[in-house]
């Protein structure tokens, strides 16, 4: 037969509590504030990629609703107050020649007609277009930037001022013959203009449009005798 301990013998044995769960808690309130964690990553991505596919879609709206054209920017008419080439004087006996040079000043005013053929109205940034002859820099015509409503035509203004610029070697030569010889300098005006089109009160992003002018001045008459301005294109 197998003692068993007697029942004042069990009473005698001190208590021994059951060891402690904390850490099994503790465990299993991570594990749900990780998995809580994980699940609120998920939703806020789903949420943005959910605001990111609406927002194309409106816009595919708005473009197919609107249908936005280019703008047309045209070089309507040019003032010449001057335009002056005087050659540089030829070395005396002693000296030593120097390279042929020229010296180029002028004085006109530009007037560009801004065309919106859109529904929606146009925000035109501020712009400096460069005249160049034979690809030389000779000044800058600054544009300044102005906003456009819809189905509308705007006069927009500019003047370029050249002081005595030297005109070196070839292009010298060049100058000299187009300006006493044949009685025309050709000049071109390029640049690029920032645009961006506004509906509803939101504006999309920035469109490019590169305006590409040729003209032609009689020195001898101090007029323009030839003028053609476009818009090559429309670049995002």
Not at 5 to 28: I, K, S, V
Not at 68 to 76: A, C, G, H, N, V
Not at 166 to 175: F, K
């Amino acid at each position: 037969m197998t003692n068993q301990p007697a029942a004042g013998e069990l009473l005698r044995q001190p208590y021994a509590p059951p060891p402690p769960q904390h850490h099994h808690y503790l465990a299993r309130s991570s594990s749900s504030s990780t998995a809580s964690l994980k699940g609120c990553c998920c939703c806020l991505f789903l949420l943005l990629i959910f605001l990111s596919l609406l927002a194309v879609a409106v816009a595919l709206v708005i473009i197919l609703a609107v249908r936005p054209r280019k703008p047309e920017f045209d070089l309507q008419r040019v003032g010449v107050e001057y335009l002056l080439v005087a050659p540089e004087q030829s070395a005396s006996a002693g000296e030593t020649a120097s390279a042929p040079a020229a010296y180029l000043s002028l004085n006109i005013t530009l007037l560009f007609t801004a065309e919106n053929p859109n529904k929606v109205g146009i925000k035109y940034e501020a712009a400096d277009l460069y005249v160049l002859y034979h690809g030389v820099p000779l000044g800058i015509a600054a544009v300044p930037g102005f906003e456009q409503p819809a189905h509308s035509t705007r006069l927009v203004d500019s003047r370029v001022s050249v002081s005595r610029f030297n005109v070196l070697q070839a292009d010298a030569l060049e100058l000299v013959r187009d300006a006493t010889v044949n009685d025309r300098v050709e000049l071109r005006i390029t640049g690029d203009v920032g645009a961006k089109i506004r509906v509803l009160g939101f504006t999309s992003p920035r469109v490019q449009v590169t305006v590409d002018c040729v003209i032609v001045i009689s020195p001898r008459k101090q007029s323009l005798t030839y003028k053609q301005c476009g818009v090559d294109g429309l670049n995002v």
